[in-house]
């Protein structure tokens, strides 16, 4: 059940991974598109990766802000620094939490796995207890709390289109356990105090200002530089690709809707989001490359086949990702509408713009 009355306007929003690809545009819709929101973004700036283009996201919210009746917020530090969001909790007292913080990608986490323990899970826990010591079951404390999950949980299902009631007991990797840990972690505080939370797990974003470790931002910089792509598991995985706009709308809905108590009792929901289409990997790296080279990024002349190498599985990944997203559309009439052409022909002429 869901409770449609969480108000967004005249409130104090936190969002944590402000300058992050998804939180830096959902910062952006919402000072477009409410009201006199108090809008308090956290981001550590690290280097995973490029940080100019953090800082880019950042400069967008900021020219934004100084347009617009609501107000813009940056606080620059690690979730994982527990005094920090305790500051910021008694400082501002956000109505509404978004945390969209985490160290992401499931390759890096083989090899860096302390930076994962330290922004997903000690930072989601900070975060929890800070709801917690602020929630009061009513005006003044957190009404809703929503964070990003990852279809990274659903490992090596073999059940095609993945939805929110399969198990998923059996991650591959560490940053899918971590984000199972965050849905377990929120659904006992929901339980023991009441604070209502949504899980999402997030499919394949895309789309202009995205993150650089993403395949298709790995591949135009390859092209770009003249040198080989690698296609892993020869061309055969399929990815459940969603534009980043369609997610923004998405999340907004969902920030207005904190479910009401379930059958146990507690104030708790996951749903995926995502496109309930995935693509094969071949038929997108094949769009991807016309569209560079209608931007001007690749010369008309770019032979692609020579610059692509089909190899095998990377540890950690899986072979479909594929959004049942049933529910979403049932609750809040989420449909994604970006044709994967149109939001990769937006990627091509924004690379060229930032890049070239």
């Known amino acids: 059940m869901l409770e449609k009355n969480v108000k967004l306007e005249n409130k104090t929003i936190l969002v944590t991974g402000a300058a992050g690809f998804i939180g830096a545009n959902l910062i952006l819709a919402l000072l477009k598109n409410v009201e006199n929101a108090e809008i308090v973004g956290i981001d550590n700036m690290n280097d995973y990766y490029d940080v100019s283009l953090k800082e880019f996201r950042l400069n967008q919210i900021r020219e934004l802000a100084s347009g617009v009746t609501g107000k813009f917020t940056f606080i620059k530090g690690p979730i994982a620094e527990q005094k920090k969001i ?25 090899d860096n796995p302390d930076a994962y323990i330290e922004s997903n899970m ?21 009404e809703h709390l929503v964070y990003a999950s990852s279809s990274s949980v659903y490992g090596s299902n073999k059940k095609i289109p993945y939805a929110t009631e399969d198990k998923v007991d059996n991650p591959v990797s560490l940053y899918a356990a971590t984000k199972k840990s965050n849905e377990l972690m929120a659904h006992a505080y929901a339980k023991l105090y009441g604070i209502p939370s949504t899980g999402l797990r997030f499919f394949t974003v895309y789309g202009p200002a995205g993150r650089p470790d993403m395949a298709y931002f790995g591949f135009t910089d390859k092209l770009v530089k ?18 980043i706009d369609d997610i923004v709308i998405g999340i907004q809905s969902v920030m207005q809707c904190a479910p009401l108590s379930n059958e146990d009792g507690v104030k708790y929901k996951i749903y995926n989001i995502g496109n309930n289409q995935p693509e094969n990997l071949l038929d997108f790296v094949e769009i ?45 009439g989420f449909k994604p509408s970006t044709d994967l052409r ?3 022909r937006s990627f091509a002429c924004w690379y060229k713009e930032f890049y070239l």
Request: glycine share 8%.
């Open 86 to 110: 305790k500051e910021i909790f008694e400082l501002h007292r956000p109505q509404i939490v978004v945390n969209l913080a985490a160290q992401a990608g499931v390759r890096y986490s083989i």
């Open 122 to 142: 000690i930072g989601f826990y900070n975060l929890l207890e800070a709801c917690r010591h602020s929630y009061d079951g009513g005006a003044g404390g957190v």
């Open 226 to 243: 003249n040198e080989t792509i690698k296609i892993f598991n020869y061309g055969n995985c399929k990815r459940d690709f969603t534009y």
């Open 288 to 332: 991807l490359q016309e569209e560079l080279k209608r931007a001007s990024v690749l010369p008309e002349d770019y032979d692609f086949e020579a610059h692509k190498e089909l190899v095998g599985m990377q540890p950690g990944d899986v072979e479909v990702t594929y959004a049942d997203v049933r529910e979403l559309e049932r609750d809040f």
């Open 342 to 344: 149109d939001g990769l």
